[in-house]
């Protein structure tokens, strides 16, 4: 799997940004699509799931803290752009979502960042925060039965954005720490 300190993978999906079927439902994304941006991308397994949603919805709720830290949230998984957005009409939490899902169909980049649940042909509910040079600074993975903790991910954020040194359970506001 890769990890802190690696280069993002290039990629280029297809993602929802709609919950209805039109010209304006679909747009690309791709390694290069928020430049001079952090960015949090996070993969869940699969669509119409029972934990998924509610990270989902989480993310969308955070979507403006994350938008206020210059951060640009993208979320996806295996299924195509289409179920994305079948699944985004048939539950109320994920209709107006303020990010693109994108679907990483041919598993392309969940295989590249070493994520790829072979047995299951699913992504693994993993959380990358990528700086503005797309290079990792965050990684994490859990079991496909555990949500992750979305407050966590903005802390994270937070704490790397300082560029300082951090203390356990450091909260945004909070005093960092000196090497000397």
């Not at 996806?76 to 179920?83: A, F, H, L, T």
């Not at 299951?120 to 555990?146: L, Q």
Request: hydrophobic share 40%; glycine share 4%; with cysteine.
């Amino acid at each position: 799997m890769l990890t802190v300190g690696d280069k993002f993978p290039e990629f280029k999906m297809k993602a929802a940004v709609s919950n209805v079927a039109d010209d304006n439902a679909f747009i690309d994304v791709t390694h290069e699509s928020y430049p001079g941006k952090w960015k949090v991308i996070f993969f869940y397994p699969k669509d119409f799931t029972f934990v998924c949603p509610t990270e989902i919805a989480a993310f969308g709720k955070l979507n403006s803290e994350f938008q206020d830290r210059d951060a640009q949230v993208l979320g996806g998984s295996v299924d195509n752009e289409y179920v994305h957005i079948a699944w985004r009409q048939q539950k109320e939490e994920l209709r107006d979502l303020p990010f693109p899902l994108f679907s990483d169909l041919n598993r392309k980049l969940s295989t590249a960042l070493g994520i790829l649940d072979e047995e299951e042909g699913v992504a693994k509910r993993a959380t990358f925060i990528v700086d503005p040079d797309n290079i990792i600074r965050f990684a994490m993975v859990t079991d496909m039965n555990v949500g992750r903790n979305v407050d966590e991910v903005l802390r994270v954020l937070d704490a790397l954005q300082t560029d300082e040194l951090c203390p356990c359970n450091w909260k945004q506001g909070e005093k960092t720490l000196s090497a000397a």
